[in-house]
């Protein structure tokens, strides 16, 4: 819980024009397929079901924007695997 309250602490003090990163990790069981569907979004790593994402921008709206789309890139690509049988 520290941890957290220090991540929003940090965020409260974030100017509006100043550089921001993000990185997410991710477990799931066809990875390589989630990692295919955002190739071309977002620098990412993979190692064998675990993904790994790096997002960063000059400022908070774009590094929100960044994240929402790649979200919903990510959500389809689940939504399909799942719908066809292959993943979920």
Do not use: P, Y
Not at 16 to 41: G, P, V
Not at 43 to 53: I, P
Not at 54 to 63: A, G, K, P
Not at 70 to 83: C, F
Request: net charge negative; aromatic share 2%; with cysteine.
């Amino acid at each position: 819980m520290k941890e957290k309250l220090q991540s929003v602490n940090q965020m409260k003090d974030l100017k509006k024009n100043e550089n921001i990163s993000l990185s997410l990790s991710m477990h799931h069981n066809d990875a390589e397929s989630l990692c295919a569907s955002i190739k071309t979004e977002v620098r990412h790593n993979l190692s064998q079901d675990n993904l790994k994402l790096e997002i960063s921008s000059d400022n908070f709206s774009e590094l929100r924007g960044k994240w929402n789309s790649i979200m919903r890139g990510l959500i389809a690509s689940e939504e399909t695997l799942s719908s066809s049988g292959i993943g979920g």
